[in-house]
């Protein structure tokens, strides 16, 4: 009896992982030749380093079951869309208005879809993560074989950010799936997206809030951000449209005149009849939303793949917006 209840207190015991073991797995030490042979990193300073990273489980764990593929949007949305993360939106906003008004001159970003984006993300900063980033990559890229693609490129753009910057790797903290700072930028996002806002030097997107919302903006412009264009409109669906042409995923090519002789068009506003758009679905609670997405809907997507996360992103902003003037 006492043996069965051991076992199955070692069952129940939570799965840790002792550093070290990535300096034996084939797949990290794949990555630390390549690393040292493209691009001339000391490899005695790489295995010293991934002896420090650590397994994961409960990394594991969290990227199987992402809100965006396990929640329907009337669940999805409450989690952004609150009296709270208003309220802290329209005070982040007040708070670093000179540098959100200059920066949407700048780049031609609008501060809202900034201030929203920021919101999301880190409820203004307030919870940027906690895991170390290379523990999170490293996991992911080794031991996540759905992704290890992705993730390896990730890792190995942190290594390359860490040696620009001149920064410890493993100080640099983040979500369980690396993502960084104010704006959770992949480290990808950072080398190629971040922008030195103050001139200082270092890209710093953890605590200095005129990086991190530069850095949010010019992601979007170079992403092809229309500014003041609308996102997304309300869409009236006749029994005739074809559904599969719902939620495609892909880029707004039909335009409006298409759309509507397919039999979707928006319930209300003007918009020019050649303007693309994509047909959107979004589940509530009875019933089915129908919207359009147009060509700054597939841009919030370039920072999230969801349409669930565009929409609750756009419609944050928009709420942010209109209690500032109220």
Do not use: C
């Not at 780049?107 to 984006?117: E, G, H, R, S, T």
């Not at 203004?124 to 080794?142: E, I, P, Q, S």
């Not at 006749?238 to 880029?251: D, M």
Request: net charge positive; hydrophobic share 40%.
């Amino acid at each position: 009896m006492k043996m069965w209840l051991i076992i199955f207190a070692v069952l129940l015991t939570p799965i840790t992982h002792a550093a070290g073991e990535y300096t034996q797995h084939p797949l990290a030490l794949a990555f630390i030749d390549k690393m040292v042979e493209q691009h001339h990193f000391n490899r005695k300073q790489l295995l010293t380093l991934f002896a420090k990273a650590e397994k994961k489980q409960s990394i594991l764990e969290a990227i199987a079951r992402p809100a965006e593929k396990t929640k329907p949007w009337h669940e999805y949305r409450k989690i952004f869309i609150t009296n709270e993360r208003i309220t802290q939106g329209v005070q982040f906003w007040q708070e670093n208005q000179a540098i959100l008004s200059e920066v949407e001159r700048k780049y031609q970003v609008n501060a809202k879809m900034v201030v929203a984006i920021i919101g999301v993300e880190t409820g203004y900063g307030r919870n940027t993560g906690k895991h170390r980033v290379l523990d999170a990559l490293a996991t992911l890229a080794f031991d996540y074989p759905p992704r290890a693609e992705f993730f390896t490129k990730e890792l190995e753009a942190l290594l390359l950010l860490s040696k620009q910057q001149k920064q410890d790797p493993l100080s640099l903290t983040g979500s369980y799936a690396g993502a960084m700072g104010y704006g959770q930028f992949m480290p990808s996002s950072v080398r190629n997206f971040a922008v030195d806002y103050n001139g200082d030097g270092i890209i710093d997107i953890w605590k200095n809030k005129g990086d991190a919302i530069a850095s949010v903006a010019n992601y979007f412009k170079e992403h092809g951000w229309q500014h003041r264009a609308p996102a997304f409109t309300r869409a009236n669906k006749t029994a005739t449209f074809n559904e599969e042409l719902l939620n495609t995923k892909a880029k707004p090519s039909r335009t409006l005149n298409e759309l509507r002789t397919l039999g979707i068009s928006p319930i209300s506003g003007s918009f020019p009849g050649n303007m693309p758009a994509e047909a959107l679905s979004y589940q509530q609670e009875n019933s089915i939303e129908y919207w359009l997405g147009f060509s700054n809907y597939y841009v919030i997507t370039r920072y999230n793949r969801s349409q669930m996360y565009a929409l609750a992103a756009w419609q944050l902003g928009e709420a942010i917006e209109q209690a500032r003037k109220n």
